[in-house]
Structures are given as structure tokens and as C-alpha cells.
């Protein structure tokens, strides 16, 4: 094997034959390229103990170093969004580009701008000093990338910040529909649209994938209540959902921003007072600018999975004592999460919250 190099091979036989590994008078460059040689020969064992070794010690200054490599290498890392703190970040061929854009949104549309930048360095810092050439020069250099920006998720505010000095990028109809998007969100348009991370990460959860899906999502998610759409009291949900199955709640709480929520397999009951079992639901607090990763946490004593309460004057849906979801979400504060029957908190405090916004979906596989 003329690509493992012989102090790579010698530690790798050492590690066959001896059961350890010590990694301390190892340079970094070493461990990547012993990183790769295990995986490729299925030493599964060391390969999560390597990526382990290089994620969580104090490699950061390497890796923002020698990221273009290491992406190029694997395509596949823990951390994306470090490769563009890399100084060889410019440096990247299209179709590694592309690949990223496909694992990461945050702040991608800038990230993509800057990569058509670097490749054509003529081009004026400012683009209103920009010809109609300078924009076709830049859209021959992203026509491969451009598709893979979800457009159809950004705000009103992000469109007009981000999109708009870029507008010659875009054919008028994808313009067109974008601002449809915004303007009437209910109006059917042609054009793709990308379903968002979150939705992707919540697909992953529900069929217990360790790796976030990619695009190809196997799910739809039809949307069924709307807190600002049909009203904000939890009874709303038992009306709607009833005899329904599969659903996903997601709740943006009031003043923090935090994106939380859980997974319930289990048919929902009308006017109940029960507890349910399941092995398959979970809660979940999603990543956002102030919660650095996102939190499952999955049902561990299944016969309090799920709670129904509901009759005219008062209305719970709870997922074991991790998410009780009760009264009107968004005026009264008496939703809390804690950690009972689930495996772990996902919240860092335990008081009553309210709700800026909350929607549930109806889950199913695609046809």
C-alpha cells in the first residue's frame, strides 16, 4: 500500500498487535494521515478515536491552518464552518465548494460570494461599481454553486441585505419567485425549494442517524397548526391533531430565541387524561446564535413518553416532564422543561416559559 507511509504503517501495526496507541509525540500531520490510512483500512475502533483527538484537543490552530486540506481529503467533517477561518479557504476546487454548501447554511451566501470573488480578483470591491460584465464574470463562476443556496429560506431582511446588490446573479423568474416566497408564502411557485437544515436534522433524529441528512430528505412535513394561523392554546392542537400520528412540535420561546421541541410517534388523543407508552419519541432544543450545538434527548423510561390532557379549561401535552407544553403558550408562562423520563435536559433552567411562535407537522415518509 505505496500511499501509507511507513511511520504511519508502523504505528498502525504496533496498534494490531498491541491494542493501544500513544499519540503524544506525534506531530498533527502524522495523525491526519494515520486518520486516513485506518479508515481506509477499516479500523474503525482508532478512526473514532483519532477524529476524537483532533476535534476536541487543542488542534484548533492546525485545523484553521490545514482545513482546505483536511475537507478536501475527507468531505466529511464534524465542523464544517471551520475550513473558511482557513487562510487556504480560497483555495478550494468547485466541487469542494459545492459539498459545503450542501452541509452548512450559516452565512453561506456570503461565503459563496467571496469564493466567486477570490477566483476572479479583478473585480471592484463594491459591486455598485460593478458592469453588467463583472456580474455575467462572477455568474460563470458560481453556476454550479447558486443552486444549492437555500434562497426560499431566508428573511425578508436577509433578501434585501444580502441578495439585492447580487440581483444581476439571478435569472428573473427565480428573482420573481423568491419574492413571491415572501410576499404570499401559500402561493404554489416552479421552482425547487431546498428543504431547511432543521428539517433535515429532524429527519436524521427520527431515523436515529448519527450524520445529518444531506438533500435527500425522506420525509414531508405538512404543516397542521399555526399558533398565529389557528390560535396559541394548547387545546388548539388536540382539535386539529386528533387521531393523528407522527407529529413534530416546534416552539420559538419568547425572549430567548431558543428553537425547541419534540417527536411524538404516537397517535394524539382528544379530551384524555393518560399517560402513553413509546420508545421512539425524543425532545430537542435545535443550534442557534446563542446554543453552540443542538440537544436530543431521547426517551429513556418509555411507559412516560407522552401526557394528554385536555378538556375546555385546561390543556397539557407533555413528553414525560422533559417538554410540558400547557394553557395558551403564548400569554401564560406554565410551559417548563425538565428531565423526567427523558435522558437529559434541554434547556439550561427549568422556569416557565411563553412562545413567540409554535407549529406542528404531520411527518410521513415520501411517495
Not at 435569472?171 to 431547511?196: D, G, V, Y
Not at 407529529?247 to 384524555?272: C, F, M, Q, R, S
Not at 417538554?323 to 433552567?349: M, P
Request: hydrophobic share 35%; charged share 25%; with cysteine.
Amino acid at each position: 500500500m505505496t500511499n501509507i507511509s511507513v511511520k504511519v504503517f508502523n504505528v498502525i501495526i504496533k496498534y494490531i498487535y498491541g491494542g493501544t496507541i500513544s499519540l503524544e509525540n506525534l506531530e498533527n500531520s502524522i495523525i491526519f494521515d494515520l486518520l486516513t490510512s485506518s479508515n481506509e483500512l477499516g479500523l474503525d475502533e482508532l478512526v473514532e478515536h483519532l477524529q476524537t483527538h483532533l476535534v476536541n484537543t487543542n488542534n484548533a490552530s492546525w485545523l484553521k491552518l490545514n482545513f482546505a486540506q483536511v475537507y478536501q481529503t475527507c468531505y466529511q467533517v464534524k465542523n464544517p464552518n471551520t475550513i473558511f477561518e482557513s487562510e487556504k479557504f480560497i483555495s478550494l476546487p468547485e466541487d469542494a465548494l459545492i459539498s459545503i454548501i450542501k452541509l452548512d447554511e450559516d452565512k453561506i451566501w456570503d461565503y459563496v460570494i467571496q469564493w466567486g470573488k477570490s477566483k476572479n480578483p479583478t473585480l471592484p470591491a463594491n459591486p455598485d461599481e460593478w458592469t453588467s460584465d463583472d456580474f455575467i464574470t462572477l455568474k460563470t463562476t458560481l453556476k454550479n454553486c447558486l443552486p444549492h443556496v437555500r434562497y426560499f429560506n431566508m428573511s425578508s431582511e436577509k433578501v434585501l441585505e444580502k441578495l439585492w446588490p447580487y440581483i444581476q446573479l439571478f435569472e428573473p423568474k427565480i428573482w420573481l419567485e423568491i419574492n413571491t416566497k415572501l410576499l404570499a408564502p401559500e402561493k404554489q411557485i416552479s421552482s425547487t425549494i431546498l428543504p431547511p437544515r432543521k428539517i433535515l436534522k429532524l429527519s436524521s433524529w427520527i431515523d436515529r442517524k448519527e450524520t445529518t441528512y444531506t438533500e435527500n430528505n425522506p420525509y414531508e412535513f405538512k404543516l397542521l397548526v399555526r399558533g398565529s394561523r389557528d390560535g396559541f392554546d394548547v387545546k388548539t392542537i388536540y382539535n386539529i391533531c386528533d387521531q393523528v400520528s407522527n407529529t413534530i412540535i416546534v416552539a420559538k420561546v419568547e425572549d430567548t430565541g431558543e428553537i425547541i421541541g419534540g417527536y411524538n410517534p404516537l397517535a394524539i388523543h382528544n379530551n384524555e387524561n393518560k399517560w402513553y407508552s413509546s420508545q421512539d419519541s425524543f425532545v430537542f432544543s435545535l443550534k442557534t446564535e446563542n446554543l453552540k450545538n443542538s440537544i436530543i434527548s431521547k426517551v429513556k423510561d418509555f411507559g412516560y413518553a407522552i401526557y394528554y390532557y385536555s378538556d375546555t379549561n385546561n390543556s397539557w401535552l407533555q413528553f414525560g416532564n422533559a417538554l410540558n407544553l400547557g394553557g395558551n403558550l403564548k400569554t401564560e408562562k406554565k410551559s417548563n422543561c425538565q428531565t423526567y423520563a427523558y435522558e437529559k435536559s434541554i434547556r439550561s433552567n427549568s422556569n416557565g416559559f411563553s412562545v413567540e411562535e409554535f407549529e406542528v407537522f404531520k411527518v410521513s415518509p415520501k411517495k
